[in-house]
């Protein structure tokens, strides 16, 4: 007897225990697709905010090139620093010149003006001797012929040889480097 209640008991447990096991397995095992992506979308997201962060950053960075990062190097040492101070500017009245014949008819120049300085000491300075001033620029716009100057790195090279002719009548009394540019405000050729 003892045999037969072993053997069903036996028999009980292996009828049951199947449906025990899938009871356990549904309880516990997540959903096939939910829980397993979720890491994977948040890791996904995570790395994704971190490259567009890290790309936003790289894009607003001040960038130099090597040469200036380099101390000692020519072009670290030949390189302006930024000026903190606004740029003044001296406007010089309008400048109308013959230029030289380059072909049958003359030609005439007008050219507006206005002089680019670091300081308002220099400008001052530009002011009382402006009649110098005018004298040489007249002189130098007078000498040139309309193909020299029609051009874009004509009209470059004219500005370079002005502001040397500006800077000329103030050598010893300022600083010759308080003229930054020449720049044209009006250019008519007829």
């Known amino acids: 007897m003892a045999n037969s209640a ?25 959903p096939p697709g939910k829980r397993r992506s979720l890491p994977k979308l948040l890791l996904l997201l995570t790395l994704l905010f971190a490259a567009a962060g890290g790309g936003a950053w790289y894009m607003l960075q001040d960038r130099q090139p090597a040469a200036a990062l380099k101390p000692g190097s020519a ?9 903190t101070k606004p740029p003044v500017f001296v406007n ?10 380059d072909g049958a008819s003359p030609q005439y120049l007008q050219a507006g003006l206005a002089l680019k300085v670091t300081d308002a000491d220099f400008a001052d300075a530009i002011k009382l001797h402006m009649p110098e001033i005018r004298n ?17 790195e ?33 250019f008519v050729i007829q």
Do not use: C
């Open 75 to 83: 072009k670290a040492v030949s390189a302006k620093p930024a000026s």
């Open 92 to 101: 010089l009245d309008p400048f109308t010149v013959n230029l030289q014949l």
């Open 136 to 152: 040489r620029v007249l002189l130098l716009l007078s000498g040139k012929k309309a193909g020299e100057i029609s051009t874009p």
């Open 6 to 30: 072993t053997k069903q008991s036996k028999t009980d447990a292996k009828i049951h225990a199947p449906q025990a096991a899938e009871t356990d397995a549904e309880v516990t095992s997540p």
């Open 154 to 186: 004509g009209k470059k090279t004219l500005s370079a040889e002005l502001s040397r002719e500006i800077v000329q009548p103030l050598a010893g009394r300022v600083q010759a480097q308080g003229l930054d540019s020449v720049l044209f405000t009006s």
